[in-house]
């Protein structure tokens, strides 16, 4: 199995920026992607951006492109968050997912969360 710790969450004010951070420990070798993924309240789970480990591709949700960025490091095993211009909402819970290889689902492995909030 695969553990993920995400670090990095806060407050920050509108306009300001954060960073996430990922790290995963365990059988990363069979990573095949890793994920950023948001819950906002009274919202559903929303797809963030990834990493997609076999070629270091990077794709970003179109909502978001220009302000997030999402950064991996195939060596170290981590994926960052980079968000700018943050609006309040931008506020929820930021979770980190991997997907490992021989295995179904698109996602296997998701950590606890790092919750961001952002003020108007």
């Known amino acids: 199995q695969v553990q993920l710790v995400e670090s990095g969450g806060g407050l920050v004010q509108a306009g300001g920026s954060l960073r996430l951070s990922c790290a995963a420990s365990g059988r990363t070798l069979m990573i095949r992607q890793m994920g950023w993924f948001r819950q906002a309240p009274g919202k559903d789970r929303e797809f963030v951006g990834r990493?997609?480990?076999?070629?270091?591709?990077?794709d970003m949700s179109d909502s978001l492109e220009g302000r997030f960025t999402v950064f991996g490091d195939l060596v170290k095993n981590t994926m960052s968050l980079q968000m700018n211009v943050l609006k309040p909402e931008d506020t929820a819970v930021y979770y980190c997912a991997a997907d490992l290889a021989g295995t179904g689902a698109d996602y296997d492995f998701w950590g606890q969360g790092t919750q961001v909030t952002v003020s108007s």
């Open positions: 990493v997609v480990w076999s070629n270091g591709r990077t």
